[in-house]
Structures are given as C-alpha cells and as structure tokens.
DNA sequence: ATTTAAATTTAGGCAAATCTAAAAATTTGT
DNA sequence: ACAAATTTTTAGATTTGCCTAAATTTAAAT
C-alpha cells in the first residue's frame, strides 16, 4: 500500500461513518486537498485491490478489507499520538501532523510493542478512540456539550474538531480532557451555553459548545 | 527532500568515508539495489541541489550541504534505532529494516524530543556513534579486534558488520557490546584468534574479529 | 600503444500520482 | 419535465523515479 493509497482510504473511512456511507469524490479532494480527478483514478484502483465498493458517479464506500486497512491506519496514527503526547511531553495541537507521517511506517511488530509500551491506551489525546489489534473498539458514550440537556453534568473526554487552532483556544481558556464541566444554561438568542467548568463559570459560543465531547456521569 | 534523494546521500556517504572520497555510480547502485544508470539520473538531481559535487565518469563526492543532510539522516536513524532497543525492547538485529522507515520522518523537533527522551545517547545499539545536532559526534577510539596486538584487553564497542545474520550469531554465542575480552593467542594458520571473554575462553574465526570493535583499556 | 574489457552515461520508455480542460452524467429549480 | 447548474469522469499532459539497451568514456592487458 502506498502513502496516497492509505490516505484516500482514511478519508473515505472519516467522511463516510467509517466507510459505511457513499462518499463523493468532490468531498474526498476536498479533505485531501486534491482534485476530483486524482481521486477517481486512485478510487478506481482501490476498486481494483477490492479495497473500496465503487460505481461511477454514485460515490464510494469501503469494502470488508478497506475498512480493516482504515482501522488499522487510525490505529497506528492514534498511537503515535499518545506517545508524542505522553513520551515525548509534546502539546495535543502538534501531534497531528507528525501522526500522518508516523501512522505509514510498516513493521506490525513496532505497532504492537508501541502500543504494549504505552499501556494499551485506548483513547488518544482528543479523547478519540484507538482501535485495538483486531479492529475494534468500543464506541465511547459521549455526547456534544450543545446537544445534552441544561443541569446535565460530566467529564470533558473529548474533541471533535481537532485542529490546532481549537485546540489552542481550550490550552488558552483552561479547558482539558478531564475537566467537570455543567451545563448552567443556554442562551436561546445566539445558541451559546454558560458552564461550569472546574469552579468556574464561563461562557462559551455554539461553535465551541458543539466540539466538545462530554461523558455524562 | 524525497525519501530516494535521502537514501542517495545516505549511500553516498557511507561508502566514500563520509561523503569525502569519491564512489562510483556503480558502487551506489549495488548498495542501494537499483541501476547504475537510475544513479546517474539522481546524482545529477543532486548536484543540481548543491548535494552533492558529481564530474561525468568521476564519481560523487557530498557537498558541505551534502554532508550536513547525511549527518542528520545517520542521527535519526540511529536514535530511532536506540528508542527501538531501549524503549520498545527489539533486539538489536531486528532494528535496522524499520529505522530505514523511521529516519525519512520530517520534524526536528520530534528527533529533538525523541534525543532527549531517550538521554542523549552517544551510540546505537551496533556501537555506531549517534551525530548531535550540529553534526558533531566524537570518532569513537575503537579498534577492530583482528588488528590489535596479542594480550590486548578491551571492552567490546560495537560491530563492523550489522547485518541480521552475524548479530544472532552474536547472540547465540553469548558475544554482546559491554563484554570484557582478551587477546590470547592468534592462529597464524588460519588467522582466527582464541579470546577470554567474560570468564569463557572462544576460539573464533578471523571474519568474526574483523568485525568486532574493541575499546582498548 | 592499441585493443579489449569494464564502467558510465545517454536515449527512450514505463508506471504512479498528480494536474487541466473538456465531455458526460446527475441534480436542481421552476 | 426540462433547461441550467453542478458534479463526476475522461482524455491527455507532466513529474518523479525507475528501467533497458545502446553509445561513450575510462581502465586494463597484451
């Protein structure tokens, strides 16, 4: 498998619920910042290796065995994460793109040692899950800060826009995986939410309210 | 840089003692299993880039720049190769096919972390020396173990040879870096040498001592 | 010092991964 | 339901890294 190979699967595996969804080529040069064109021929060869199901203009989803090969690629990237993270003491923001580079690396005896190494995690720094050798993992109880009811109460575990941008913003305001947060209140006008978080009081915007994963306790 | 221009100045400075003797496109080819004439075709690539200083029919030397780039591939190659003995518990034959994956990663700050992480360490597992990161290492005062006179006492260093095969030969023979040895006697017959080390005495071939460097205490 | 052998380069070609521009299919709007 | 807009694919070109086969240069041998 080559590098672009890997990559197109990945995406097809993020845009389309895990490959399960048909997915347009148009979205898939888009998150890889290709053209629709590129695409079609690398879909076309995935098709080939049975990687992905593929008819023409109808979009794309992945097969039995791409879906393994996503899984295992998440795996890798995931791991990586946490040993930069954890081992290497960088901030959850710069791991991301050293993560794509990392997660290519062919040696399934290096992943499996990393991953004894680092403990078994099973999430990474964004609070997203890591697929264990076999493909699996179990789907964390989380829900979006916005959609969960006023007075709920529980621990931030995760991220779902997980730029660096984002992520910097929560570094700056205090807020971490972790963190107690309640919802106090939402305020209908423009949709943003007071919280409290730790012993704080704060208030955050939807679009921040809606990438934030918490575990209701 | 592309992963084959790395692996090209790699070879390059391997074989023509660190990039300042000349070596033939031929020698490049045969280390890196390719065409002589695909060679050519890199080296010119190269010398376009100021790496490398190439004359037709003359052979490659590595520029000043040429030299920098090598050096900084052999550090993340071997500290890779450290973290991969030390940290994921590889044995030491098994580390080299994945830190060829691994030195091609892009980030100096990761290779910064992964050197401090691991202790600034002075050597790979082999004994080669690790560059810092301004290219600098000392040239270790090590001698090879067939070229040392007779009752010359040691610690063992490293290995010439690095290949999967003469390392598990180690291993079976309880020959590891670390061992105390003495030169006892030299078969002039056959040039193989009989040494004490820990408390064993071996009779070994004069293929294994060339390949074993001694520090002489 | 030629001739022969070996090493090296050139020329031309191929496959992968990408692109642009044009053609074809699908979707949308009225 | 049909024309217009959008999406998707095809066709043809480019770049990179590699190859084979032929030509050229250098080295070796008599």
């Not at 347009?24 to 079609?40: D, F, G």
């Not at 779902?160 to 305020?187: C, W």
């Amino acid at each position: 498998m080559t590098h672009s190979e890997e990559n197109h699967i990945k995406a097809i595996f993020h845009l389309g619920n895990k490959g399960t969804v048909a997915v347009s080529t148009n979205a898939i040069a888009e998150l890889m910042e290709t053209k629709p064109s590129s695409v079609t021929d690398m879909v076309k060869k995935l098709a080939e290796k049975n990687l992905v199901h593929y008819k023409k203009y109808q979009g794309v989803t992945l097969s039995e065995l791409g879906v393994k090969v996503a899984l295992g690629i998440i795996r890798k990237h995931r791991l990586w994460e946490v040993f930069l993270v954890e081992k290497l003491d960088f901030s959850w923001d710069e791991v991301h793109e050293i993560a794509e580079q990392l997660e290519h690396i062919k040696s399934e005896k290096l992943i499996d040692k990393l991953d004894t190494f680092l403990n078994h995690p099973k999430f990474d720094p964004h609070g997203d899950p890591i697929p264990d050798k076999n493909g699996l993992f179990k789907p964390a109880d989380r829900k979006l800060l916005s959609e969960v009811p006023v007075n709920s109460n529980g621990i931030c575990v995760g991220v779902k826009d997980s730029s660096s941008a984002f992520l910097k913003f929560l570094d700056k305001n205090k807020i971490a995986l972790g963190d107690v947060i309640t919802v106090l209140e939402k305020e209908e006008f423009d949709n943003s939410f007071y919280i409290k978080i730790g012993d704080r009081r704060e208030h955050i915007s939807n679009q921040i309210a809606s990438n934030l994963f918490i575990k209701i306790s």
